[in-house]
């Protein structure tokens, strides 16, 4: 593991010399994280380039270590002969912003996800969560399998023979530390955390270059990453066993009925398809298990970042970075290069139709995009045609489809129901817009567009994957919105009379029961169809979290005004009063649980009167805090200020609640993805086989410890996996029946496909009426082991 973590370093440090040589204009921060970037590029492309002549082996990596130290070098020859050197403390320091903790909170959250969910080991075996115990063990096949052989480009271990039809780069990096020593769970992490906290990076940095505030960056950034819809409606049914809600999943379950919200597979309020719920957390559910996305998103927020210096800007030094990054993107993740493409042809279009009609065509520019057109698609073309258009061609991928991954519902409702009020919000937010954000909202609003109405893999859902990058735009839209909305409407509260007290109450009423309306208007929109058995009804449970939710919200808010108002004794005393209040609170939310039954929540009338009573007397403090603390031009619109205070707080929890209920759910996940016996199993293989043997093992099972842990080959695998790769596996699938149940009379096929063993374990029995007696009287037992045998075939 120490040789994996120099040889990671020197890659970063070296990518920081070239971002030093590369952008000097640019801030401290932002240069180092490019440098960053960079390192990650040369990390996934400088092996593989030369693996591509050589073989993927040790040689190769020492080489390319080589390469990326003379080029860092280079690069820092070169700032050090620059005469105006950057500013090494350009910027804020931004190590002593509060956004820092903010980012710092968001890696934590990812880094805890990778740590309890990619094999984690005792003695039972390895274990993973809810997310990883699908693609997890394709990813592990495809990094052991590459370290392990040494062919490049890679074949599939789970199909062999096959070429691999997938963005093998994300891959790459995890197998180089495979190499230089890191057992597989570090080298999958090592990597993966890297190319995660590229991503959390990227999202800020690339907010921050168009909207020009930290706040506002920071804003969409937590939209961006925890923004969801109003799944949560469904699932507070839940506190009450009395009324026959969600039975479909309440069939499955003889617990309590929460116990569906923490424990339930793949039954959270963002991804619940049955009732028309398909927007996932991008955490929990695109980057942790998949590491395509996860590197993918790594090198394209960078490209946006690029993109609109260069675009909207006509910073000339972002241009051959942008070129190189993108030009690379295709093997590392092939939606990323196609959101990258569309939205640069729509800028480029939108510039050149506006510069014609003002008569200001500009040469210079149109040089600028051909040479990033023209520098990112002839890199691109090899990869294309040699490994994408080959799965498209024999697949019949692209099609027609409207609507996504909507089945239930109508269009709107579909995206009101899964994007909330970041969808609501999006037309105001539009119409708000400059002219120059306005151009930038148009790539991705042509992306989305043509993620409508185009599927490019056999996966309709796989869409996803250009929508995310259209919603990652949005985000930013809204954090525009809500934070200059709110700036306008406190600013307004502050500075009005007196004599507008009168006309100030009757629009707020108005509104008041426009937006009760409107509520109801929309908790009807979500209900679901007859057809099904899932029913809304807002239990007593949800309008007790409510409260108590509320309840946390004013006292914060009323310590942080006596706080800011009035540094004195008082403010001590008011604090532990308030301390005194929440400790109350406290011990009635124990004693609410505690009363919690196996099918029924019960809360008694008193106590919700008492929570009632707490948030009147929370309101009451903290008016009164505005009304003594403030000056006199200010007291007119305490009161407003309280409810403009509740308002953000119900924006913010009706926006975050359903990924914040998903991310709890992650976090409890713990599934057995390989036994201890399977384990020992393949440490065996490793040691003692070939690493070009070919395994037969069971078809249908997608946990196969051969293909994921020892980096064999197997003659197929799970359709979970080769279907959507646009393989046909049915011819295979049928011989390995006939090789498992019947070997005697199918022997030719051993000879056919070339067999060297074959694994016989719990999938293997538990799929197939197996003629044990003919593999041991025929062929030669290497391994024994209770439930696990393996067999090499010996020719009769």
């Given at each position: 593991?120490?040789?994996?973590?120099?040889?990671?370093?020197?890659?970063?440090?070296?990518?920081?010399?070239?971002?030093?040589?590369?952008?000097?204009?640019?801030?401290?921060?932002?240069?180092?994280?490019?440098?960053?970037?960079?390192?990650?590029?040369?990390?996934?492309?400088?092996?593989?380039l030369l693996?591509?002549?050589?073989?993927?082996?040790?040689?190769?990596?020492?080489?390319?270590?080589i390469?990326?130290?003379?080029?860092?070098?280079?690069?820092?020859?070169?700032?050090?002969?620059?005469?105006?050197?950057?500013?090494?403390?350009?910027?804020?320091?931004?190590?002593?912003?509060?956004?820092?903790?903010?980012?710092?909170?968001?890696?934590?959250?990812?880094?805890?996800?990778?740590?309890?969910?990619?094999?984690?080991?005792?003695?039972?075996g390895?274990?993973?969560g809810?997310?990883?115990?699908?693609?997890?063990?394709?990813?592990?096949?495809?990094?052991?399998?590459?370290?392990?052989?040494?062919?490049?480009?890679?074949?599939?271990s789970?199909f062999?023979?096959?070429?691999?039809?997938?963005?093998?780069?994300?891959?790459?990096?995890?197998?180089?530390?495979?190499?230089?020593?890191?057992?597989?769970?570090?080298?999958y992490?090592?990597?993966?955390?890297?190319?995660?906290?590229?991503?959390?990076?990227?999202?800020?940095?690339?907010?921050?270059?168009?909207?020009?505030?930290?706040?506002?960056?920071?804003?969409?950034?937590?939209?961006?990453?925890?923004?969801?819809?109003f799944?949560?409606?469904?699932?507070?049914?839940?506190?009450?066993g009395?009324?026959?809600?969600?039975?479909?999943?309440?069939?499955?379950?003889?617990?309590?009925?929460?116990?569906?919200?923490?424990?339930?597979?793949?039954?959270?309020?963002?991804?619940?398809?049955?009732?028309?719920?398909?927007?996932?957390?991008?955490?929990?559910?695109?980057?942790?298990?998949?590491?395509?996305?996860?590197?993918?998103?790594?090198?394209?927020?960078?490209?946006?970042?690029?993109?609109?210096?260069?675009?909207?800007?006509?910073?000339?030094?972002?241009?051959?970075?942008?070129?190189?990054?993108?030009?690379?993107?295709?093997?590392?993740?092939t939606?990323?290069?196609?959101?990258?493409?569309?939205?640069?042809?729509?800028?480029?279009?939108?510039?050149l139709?506006?510069?014609?009609?003002?008569?200001?065509f500009?040469?210079?520019r149109?040089?600028?995009?051909?040479?990033?057109?023209?520098?990112?698609?002839?890199?691109?073309?090899?990869?294309?045609?040699?490994?994408?258009?080959?799965?498209?061609s024999?697949?019949?991928?692209?099609?027609?489809?409207?609507?996504?991954?909507?089945?239930?519902?109508?269009?709107?409702?579909?995206y009101?129901?899964?994007?909330?009020?970041?969808?609501?919000?999006?037309?105001?937010?539009f119409?708000?817009?400059?002219?120059?954000?306005?151009?930038?909202?148009?790539?991705?609003?042509?992306?989305?567009?043509?993620?409508?109405?185009?599927?490019?893999?056999?996966?309709?859902?796989?869409?996803?994957?250009?929508?995310?990058?259209?919603?990652?735009?949005?985000?930013?839209?809204?954090?525009?919105?809500?934070?200059?909305?709110?700036?306008?409407?406190?600013h307004?509260?502050?500075?009005?009379?007196?004599?507008?007290?009168i006309?100030?109450?009757?629009?707020?009423?108005?509104?008041?029961?426009?937006?009760?309306?409107?509520?109801?208007?929309?908790?009807?929109?979500?209900?679901?169809?007859?057809?099904?058995t899932?029913?809304?009804?807002?239990?007593?449970?949800?309008?007790?979290?409510?409260?108590?939710?509320?309840?946390?919200?004013?006292?914060?808010q009323?310590?942080?005004?006596?706080?800011?108002?009035?540094?004195?004794?008082?403010?001590?005393?008011?604090?532990?009063?308030?301390?005194?209040?929440?400790?109350?609170?406290?011990?009635?939310?124990?004693?609410?649980?505690?009363q919690?039954?196996?099918?029924?929540?019960?809360?008694?009338?008193?106590?919700?009167?008492?929570?009632?009573?707490?948030?009147?007397?929370a309101?009451?403090?903290?008016?009164?805090?505005?009304?003594?603390?403030?000056?006199?031009?200010q007291?007119?619109?305490?009161?407003?200020?309280?409810?403009?205070?509740?308002?953000c707080?119900?924006?913010?929890?009706?926006?975050?609640?359903?990924?914040?209920?998903?991310?709890?759910r992650?976090?409890?996940?713990n599934?057995?993805?390989?036994?201890?016996?399977?384990?020992?199993?393949?440490?065996?293989?490793?040691?003692?086989t070939?690493?070009?043997?070919?395994?037969?093992?069971?078809?249908?099972?997608?946990?196969?410890?051969?293909?994921?842990?020892t980096?064999?080959?197997?003659?197929?695998?799970?359709?979970?996996?080769l279907?959507?790769h646009?393989?046909?596996?049915?011819?295979?699938?049928?011989?390995?029946?006939?090789?498992?149940?019947?070997?005697?009379?199918?022997?030719?096929?051993?000879?056919?496909?070339?067999?060297?063993?074959?694994?016989?374990?719990?999938?293997?029995?538990?799929?197939?009426?197996?003629?044990?007696?003919?593999?041991?009287?025929?062929?030669?037992?290497?391994?024994d082991?209770e439930?696990?045998?393996?067999?090499?075939?010996?020719?009769?």
């Amino acid at each position: 593991m120490f040789l994996s973590l120099v040889y990671v370093i020197i890659f970063a440090i070296s990518g920081i010399f070239i971002s030093e040589a590369l952008f000097p204009t640019h801030k401290l921060e932002h240069r180092i994280w490019l440098g960053l970037v960079f390192g990650l590029f040369l990390w996934t492309w400088l092996p593989a380039l030369l693996a591509f002549f050589l073989g993927f082996t040790l040689t190769v990596q020492i080489l390319a270590l080589i390469l990326v130290v003379a080029i860092g070098s280079y690069s820092a020859f070169l700032v050090k002969r620059r005469k105006n050197k950057p500013d090494r403390l350009a910027g804020p320091k931004f190590s002593k912003q509060w956004q820092f903790i903010v980012l710092t909170a968001i890696f934590m959250l990812g880094y805890y996800l990778f740590s309890t969910h990619i094999l984690r080991q005792d003695e039972q075996g390895y274990f993973g969560g809810q997310t990883t115990f699908g693609d997890l063990s394709m990813h592990l096949g495809f990094i052991s399998s590459i370290a392990e052989q040494g062919v490049f480009p890679p074949e599939y271990s789970i199909f062999a023979g096959q070429a691999v039809n997938y963005p093998f780069l994300s891959e790459t990096s995890a197998s180089t530390l495979l190499q230089l020593g890191s057992n597989l769970r570090q080298a999958y992490l090592i990597s993966a955390l890297y190319a995660y906290a590229m991503v959390i990076l990227g999202v800020f940095f690339f907010f921050e270059q168009w909207l020009k505030r930290r706040g506002r960056a920071v804003l969409a950034t937590l939209l961006f990453f925890f923004g969801s819809g109003f799944g949560f409606a469904y699932f507070f049914d839940l506190g009450s066993g009395s009324a026959t809600v969600l039975q479909r999943l309440l069939d499955s379950f003889n617990e309590n009925n929460l116990q569906i919200i923490l424990d339930g597979f793949y039954q959270t309020p963002t991804n619940l398809p049955a009732i028309g719920l398909r927007w996932v957390n991008p955490i929990v559910d695109m980057l942790i298990p998949q590491r395509a996305t996860l590197f993918g998103w790594a090198i394209l927020f960078p490209c946006l970042y690029l993109l609109l210096d260069w675009a909207f800007q006509d910073n000339k030094r972002s241009l051959i970075p942008l070129t190189i990054l993108a030009g690379g993107l295709p093997l590392i993740h092939t939606h990323s290069f196609l959101a990258l493409g569309v939205i640069s042809a729509t800028y480029l279009a939108i510039e050149l139709i506006a510069k014609l009609r003002k008569g200001t065509f500009s040469m210079e520019r149109v040089r600028g995009w051909l040479i990033y057109s023209c520098g990112a698609i002839l890199p691109a073309l090899p990869q294309l045609i040699a490994f994408t258009f080959v799965q498209v061609s024999e697949s019949s991928m692209v099609r027609f489809h409207f609507n996504w991954a909507n089945e239930l519902d109508n269009f709107f409702c579909f995206y009101i129901k899964n994007w909330g009020w970041l969808f609501l919000l999006a037309v105001p937010a539009f119409c708000c817009l400059t002219k120059r954000d306005r151009h930038i909202m148009s790539g991705p609003l042509v992306l989305w567009g043509l993620a409508e109405l185009i599927v490019f893999q056999p996966n309709t859902y796989d869409n996803n994957k250009l929508i995310f990058v259209s919603f990652a735009f949005l985000c930013g839209l809204i954090a525009r919105f809500v934070s200059f909305s709110y700036r306008r409407i406190n600013h307004a509260l502050t500075t009005e009379k007196e004599s507008n007290v009168i006309y100030r109450s009757y629009i707020q009423a108005t509104l008041l029961i426009l937006l009760i309306i409107f509520g109801y208007w929309l908790i009807k929109l979500l209900q679901v169809k007859e057809a099904t058995t899932f029913k809304i009804r807002f239990s007593s449970s949800f309008s007790i979290l409510l409260l108590l939710l509320m309840i946390i919200w004013l006292l914060v808010q009323i310590l942080y005004g006596q706080y800011k108002y009035q540094k004195n004794k008082q403010f001590l005393l008011i604090a532990t009063s308030l301390a005194v209040v929440f400790i109350m609170g406290s011990i009635l939310l124990k004693q609410i649980f505690s009363q919690y039954q196996s099918e029924v929540l019960s809360i008694n009338q008193e106590m919700f009167w008492f929570l009632l009573i707490l948030i009147f007397l929370a309101i009451v403090s903290q008016s009164i805090t505005l009304f003594s603390y403030v000056s006199s031009t200010q007291k007119s619109g305490g009161l407003a200020k309280v409810a403009l205070s509740l308002c953000c707080f119900w924006l913010a929890l009706t926006t975050f609640l359903s990924s914040s209920m998903t991310i709890i759910r992650e976090v409890r996940s713990n599934y057995l993805l390989f036994g201890s016996e399977e384990i020992e199993a393949a440490e065996y293989i490793k040691q003692d086989t070939e690493t070009d043997v070919l395994f037969l093992t069971d078809a249908n099972w997608h946990l196969n410890p051969v293909s994921s842990l020892t980096g064999r080959n197997i003659l197929c695998g799970s359709d979970t996996f080769l279907y959507f790769h646009g393989i046909d596996t049915s011819e295979r699938r049928r011989d390995v029946k006939l090789m498992l149940e019947d070997p005697e009379n199918n022997f030719s096929l051993y000879e056919h496909y070339g067999i060297d063993l074959v694994y016989i374990g719990h999938n293997e029995r538990r799929f197939y009426d197996l003629d044990t007696d003919y593999f041991m009287t025929h062929f030669n037992q290497i391994y024994d082991s209770e439930s696990i045998k393996i067999y090499r075939v010996i020719t009769p």
